[in-house]
Nanobody, 124 residues
């Protein structure tokens, strides 16, 4: 089993920044993707960003490209999501996820493990 714990959410004004963290523990995963997804009220959970288990090849949803940066500290087994130029439309619960079979990184169904989520609220 893999446990994922997110932190770093909060309330920020439009144009501000936040950095989310996702710490992994338990079974060591040495393949596949680590991803960030988000779910706004009344909407489906959607892909935000993903990175390989080794911390390379970041991928982004078009809606966050140029504003968000995903990275991974392999020594800490922690994935980060640096969010800049935040907009009210970014308000959501943000979830980190992990899979180890190199499946489609943008699909929810690819991921085996999920964190509990952290709330991000951007005020206008």
């Amino acid at each position: 089993q893999v446990q994922l714990v997110e932190s770093g959410g909060g309330l920020v004004q439009a144009g501000g920044s936040l950095r989310l963290s996702c710490a992994a523990s338990g079974r060591t995963i040495s393949s596949g993707f680590r991803g960030w997804f988000r779910q706004a009220p009344g909407k489906e959970r959607e892909f935000v960003a993903a990175i390989t288990w080794s911390g390379t090849s970041p991928r982004y949803a078009d809606s966050v490209k140029g504003r968000f940066t995903i990275s991974k500290d392999n020594a800490k087994n922690t994935v980060y999501l640096q969010m800049n130029s935040l907009e009210p439309e970014d308000t959501a619960i943000y979830y980190c996820a992990a899979e180890f079979q190199w499946k489609n990184y943008a699909q929810l169904s690819s991921y085996n493990y999920w964190g509990q989520g952290t709330q991000v609220t951007v005020s206008s």
